[in-house]
């Protein structure tokens, strides 16, 4: 007993000489503590004792703490000062904060132009979830000052709009592309072009999987084309908001490889054209995603609202039509959308479930009484993403060695 360390030494503000880093970093932790707890006078004490620090990240972090400490004792004048101290020091983790506090600063007392300026360079440095509050917030400042144009771009970025020529725009000009050209060409080239790209299943049974993909490039009229251009055009625009661009990208080609892999299992004759497979996996993209993640996005509310009853509808429909709708294909990719939609959720518009996950009372240092930025943005680990496409692909693989079996025994 006689062998066991001596207790801490309590910290003391007062105390003066230089500062090793474990000391400097306790007070600092001291300080946020005595913040928490609404000891605000104490806490200024600590926080004030490490400034000077000769590593610029724990002396912004100290001038951090003590302007909200000066903020929370209604010293407003003194809390702008230390922030703007902060933004004298080289960048640090505590520069973005600094920049939201003063822009907020701004704010109260109605310069709102450099409000704007503030919050531009905190957009600059926000991680990820962040990014949509800032826009919201520069979107109404923009208002505000008259700049019309510029508030709607803000509003379109916080609600996850993206850019006005998405990626699904680009996928349905490309494939009414291809497919017109299929309708119009001489006939020579239209049928090459059809055996090129088409689902030949005794050909993909040989090894061409590529036609997995190409079945989306064509279509067997306009008719055809218009009705899958159109749903791709209403799910494909939710699922690249509620997702961006790379993981729809992603999705649709794993719902396009897993429907056209139920065809080639499961759906009658030889060949088989269309977008469906993949459109109906974005169908189960939305509907997972809504039902589990309840996504906060009221302009798609309506339309994915709908959604069941319209898969049900197509569903109904492709038994009714005695094998000239290829259903194996709608399920395969519905259940590959349904999938990666429960597994995967939206990471571009808040969610109803992050939002129940937050505590209510959680706070960012050195925001003066906002609760943590961001809420009901969620941050989705690379891996999940990873290990829900694998498992699509895992069974993609599995109906290819299947489908391969029963074609050539």
Same mark, same amino acid.
């Given at each position: 007993?006689?062998?066991?360390?001596?207790?801490?030494?309590?910290?003391?503000?007062? &105390?003066?000489?230089?500062?090793?880093?474990?000391?400097?970093?306790?007070?600092?932790?001291?300080?946020?503590?005595?913040?928490?707890?609404?000891? *605000?006078?104490?806490?200024?004490?600590?926080?004030?004792?490490?400034?000077?620090?000769?590593?610029?990240?724990?002396?912004?972090?100290?001038?951090?703490?003590?302007?909200?400490?000066?903020?929370?004792?209604?010293?407003?004048?003194?809390?702008?000062?230390?922030?703007?101290?902060?933004?004298?020091?080289?960048?640090?983790?505590?520069?973005?904060?600094?920049?939201?506090?003063?822009?907020?600063?701004?704010?109260?007392?109605?310069?709102?132009?450099?409000?704007?300026? &503030?919050?531009?360079?905190?957009?600059?440095?926000?991680?990820?979830?962040?990014?949509?509050?800032?826009?919201?917030?520069?979107?109404?400042?923009?208002?505000?000052?008259?700049?019309?144009?510029?508030?709607?771009?803000?509003?379109?970025?916080?609600?996850?709009?993206?850019?006005?020529?998405?990626?699904?725009?680009?996928?349905?000009?490309?494939?009414?592309?291809?497919?017109?050209?299929?309708?119009?060409?001489?006939?020579?080239?239209?049928? %090459?072009?059809?055996?090129?790209?088409?689902?030949?299943?005794?050909?993909?049974?040989?090894?061409?999987?590529?036609?997995?993909?190409?079945?989306?490039?064509?279509?067997?009229?306009?008719?055809?084309?218009?009705?899958?251009?159109? %749903?791709?055009?209403?799910?494909?625009?939710?699922?690249?908001?509620?997702?961006?661009?790379?993981?729809?990208?992603?999705?649709?080609?794993?719902?396009?490889?897993?429907?056209?892999?139920?065809?080639?299992?499961?759906?009658?004759?030889?060949?088989?054209?269309?977008?469906?497979?993949?459109?109906?996996?974005?169908?189960?993209?939305?509907?997972?995603?809504?039902?589990?993640?309840?996504?906060?996005?009221?302009?798609?509310?309506?339309?994915?609202?709908?959604?069941? *009853?319209?898969?049900?509808?197509?569903?109904?429909?492709? *038994?009714?039509?005695?094998?000239?709708?290829?259903?194996?294909?709608?399920?395969?990719?519905?259940?590959?959308?349904?999938?990666?939609?429960?597994?995967?959720?939206?990471?571009?518009?808040?969610?109803?479930?992050?939002?129940?996950?937050?505590?209510?009372?959680?706070?960012?240092?050195?925001?003066?009484?906002?609760?943590?930025?961001?809420?009901?943005?969620?941050?989705?680990?690379?891996?999940?993403?990873?290990?829900?496409?694998?498992?699509?692909?895992?069974?993609?693989?599995?109906?290819?060695?299947?489908?391969?079996?029963?074609?050539?025994?």
């Amino acid at each position: 007993m006689d062998d066991a360390p001596p207790p801490p030494a309590p910290l003391d503000p007062s &105390a003066t000489g230089r500062l090793t880093r474990d000391a400097a970093l306790a007070m600092l932790q001291r300080g946020s503590e005595l913040l928490a707890s609404g000891d *605000f006078a104490d806490a200024r004490l600590h926080f004030y004792r490490v400034i000077g620090f000769d590593d610029p990240v724990i002396t912004a972090a100290a001038l951090l703490g003590l302007g909200e400490a000066h903020y929370r004792l209604d010293d407003e004048a003194q809390a702008v000062s230390s922030w703007n101290a902060v933004l004298e020091l080289p960048e640090t983790p505590s520069t973005y904060a600094a920049w939201r506090n003063i822009a907020a600063a701004r704010v109260r007392e109605g310069d709102l132009n450099g409000a704007i300026t &503030a919050y531009r360079e905190a957009d600059r440095r926000a991680p990820s979830e962040d990014k949509a509050e800032i826009a919201g917030r520069l979107g109404w400042l923009n208002k505000e000052t008259g700049n019309t144009r510029a508030s709607q771009r803000y509003f379109a970025r916080s609600r996850g709009d993206g850019p006005r020529f998405t990626l699904t725009l680009l996928i349905i000009a490309v494939t009414s592309i291809v497919s017109l050209t299929a309708f119009f060409t001489e006939p020579a080239t239209s049928q %090459a072009i059809y055996e090129l790209l088409q689902l030949d299943k005794n050909a993909v049974a040989h090894g061409e999987y590529w036609r997995l993909w190409s079945i989306t490039l064509l279509h067997l009229d306009f008719l055809h084309l218009g009705f899958n251009m159109y %749903a791709l055009y209403l799910a494909g625009t939710i699922v690249e908001r509620w997702y961006g661009s790379l993981r729809f990208l992603a999705f649709y080609l794993a719902c396009a490889a897993a429907g056209s892999t139920a065809s080639f299992v499961f759906g009658e004759g030889n060949l088989a054209i269309g977008a469906s497979g993949a459109v109906f996996g974005l169908f189960g993209v939305l509907l997972a995603a809504g039902r589990l993640h309840h996504p906060v996005d009221r302009q798609s509310r309506g339309i994915v609202s709908q959604l069941m *009853f319209l898969v049900i509808v197509n569903i109904v429909l492709g *038994f009714a039509s005695g094998g000239s709708i290829d259903n194996a294909a709608h399920l395969g990719g519905l259940a590959a959308g349904l999938w990666l939609g429960a597994l995967v959720p939206p990471t571009r518009v808040p969610t109803m479930s992050a939002m129940w996950q937050r505590p209510a009372d959680s706070r960012v240092p050195g925001r003066p009484g906002a609760a943590r930025v961001g809420a009901g943005i969620t941050t989705v680990p690379g891996y999940v993403l990873l290990l829900a496409l694998a498992m699509v692909a895992v069974v993609v693989v599995a109906g290819i060695a299947v489908g391969t079996s029963q074609r050539l025994g």
